[in-house]
């Protein structure tokens, strides 16, 4: 059945993403995930969705602040929207989101039931069975605000959930995929992890199962009031050491820092300089051939090689998300203003790609593969301007990319452009 996939602690933000970026967002997030179902399946796009490094860099290289909360939002909102036009082709629907939207994901996926013919109530019980676990059978001070379901044709499953702990002024991100367990309440987890926060309370852990079975006896037998009484008389006695025992295996653990800029320390940059290698032994006249789309410069190669990688690479190419944000900058500026020019070539790239790849011409799908195959080659060897430098040319060319940040909201929107990028 269910099985949580990983967790990731993410400094708590506020703000909004503006219309001209979530728009965008929308647009490149649904073209990503159906180049990923094009080659690996609806099953793999589910899987990539539950890994927190993966979902961490597929924020990150759409634009959103590359370390903070408002990835989830974001990310799940972005797919929602940009997925839902493509449901019945794509097979992949998504549900609930932030807030009041969270609480309507059982209706929505009785409705998706309802139209595709998976059993849509089994799969609004396994969403408030996820969103319960987390919340109350484990108690780790976070308190859950945000919940999404995202579901194929074949009732398969990852749930992206988010709780906010006020008084840390963190979040923290859960991933379940529907694969590997056989029930919701004994070890759904393969591990929990997170910086240490004091005490916590699971009750899914294989050894909680006597206190499980003690609970249901005492709710029987004396009623509220005497688990009470009962609470009352072993008050002070270490149980945690009972309960919690020897640490679990690992999931995989994201934990982003507070810093709003990015450093060198965030990044790999032997990844990065292989990404721009390669984007600079195809660009710029010889990707036209490439790729067969004329008319893309040197700054979109270099997004798209970013981008190819967050299609095609392999979990542990991701645990530096800060790395993605050198493919389309950041709202906040950081590493970059959002290059609006680049961003509307490499979304028009990609839908080029796909569109062909559906009716049997693979080439320009399987040239962004070869970008991405060429990236990891050249990194062995590739070496490249400092950190520092890649981000002022970036911010020094920015005008003529069209970036843009939210602090410049009073100015109008850069158009979409089918021009030549620089």
């Known amino acids: 059945m269910a099985q ?23 647009r490149l997030g649904a073209v ?119 579901v194929s044709d074949e009732g398969r499953w990852v749930v992206v959930q988010q709780g906010m702990n006020a008084d840390t002024k963190q979040a923290r991100r859960y991933h379940w995929l529907s694969e590997g367990l056989k029930n919701f309440v004994d070890a759904p987890h393969s591990a929990i992890d997170g910086p240490s926060q004091g005490n916590i309370i699971n009750l899914t852990d294989h050894r909680a199962s006597a206190s499980r079975s003690k609970q249901l006896d005492l709710l029987g037998t004396v009623g509220p009031d005497g688990i009470v009484r009962e609470f009352s008389a072993i008050e002070g006695c270490d149980s945690q050491q009972n309960l919690l025992g020897n640490p679990q295996a690992m999931l995989p653990h994201l934990l982003m820092l507070s810093h709003h800029d990015v450093r060198p320390n965030d990044v790999f940059m032997r990844r990065l300089h292989g990404n721009l290698a390669a984007a600079n032994a195809a660009a710029p006249k010889d990707f036209a051939e490439l790729l067969l789309t004329p008319g893309v410069g040197a700054r979109t190669v270099k997004a ?54 559906k009716l049997g011409a693979t080439e320009e799908l399987a ?12 990194e062995r060897v590739a070496s490249g301007p400092s950190f520092e430098r ?33």
């Not at 993410?10 to 970026?21: F, I």
């Not at 990923?36 to 634009?63: K, N």
């Not at 967050?310 to 944000?325: E, L, Q």
């Not at 040239?367 to 050249?378: C, G, H, N, V």
Request: net charge positive; glycine share 10%.
């Open 367 to 378: 040239a962004l593969q070869r970008l991405d195959d060429e990236a990891r080659r050249l």
């Open 32 to 150: 990503v995930s159906e180049a990923i179902v094009h080659h690996y399946g609806r099953d793999e796009l589910l899987r990539r969705l539950s890994h927190p490094f993966w979902f961490q860099s597929f924020g990150a290289v759409m634009g959103m602040d590359w370390h903070s909360s408002g990835i989830t939002t974001s990310v799940i909102g972005a797919l929602k929207r940009g997925l839902a036009p493509l449901e019945n082709e794509l097979g992949i629907h998504v549900c609930g989101g932030r807030g009041k939207y969270s609480r309507q994901t059982p209706h929505e996926l009785m409705a998706i039931g309802e139209r595709t013919g998976f059993d849509g109530a089994s799969l609004a019980t396994a969403s408030r069975l996820v969103a319960k676990v987390d919340s109350a059978a484990l108690q780790d001070g976070f308190q859950l605000y945000l919940h999404g379901f995202i």
């Open 304 to 357: 798209l090689a970013l981008v190819a990688e967050v299609v095609h690479g392999t979990p542990c190419r991701f645990d530096d998300p800060a790395r993605f944000s050198f493919a389309h900058g950041g709202k906040d500026g950081h590493p970059f203003p959002v290059p609006l020019r680049v961003y509307d070539e490499t979304i028009r790239v990609l839908k080029s790609a796909v569109q062909k790849a």
């Open 390 to 422: 890649l981000i002022a040319e970036e911010r020094a060319r920015s005008d003529s990319y069209g970036g843009r940040t939210v602090l410049d909201d009073r100015r109008p929107p850069w158009p979409a452009s089918r021009s030549n990028v620089p």
């Open 4 to 26: 949580r996939a990983g967790t990731a602690d993410l400094p708590l933000h506020g703000g909004r993403v503006p219309p001209w970026l979530a728009t965008r967002m929308a």
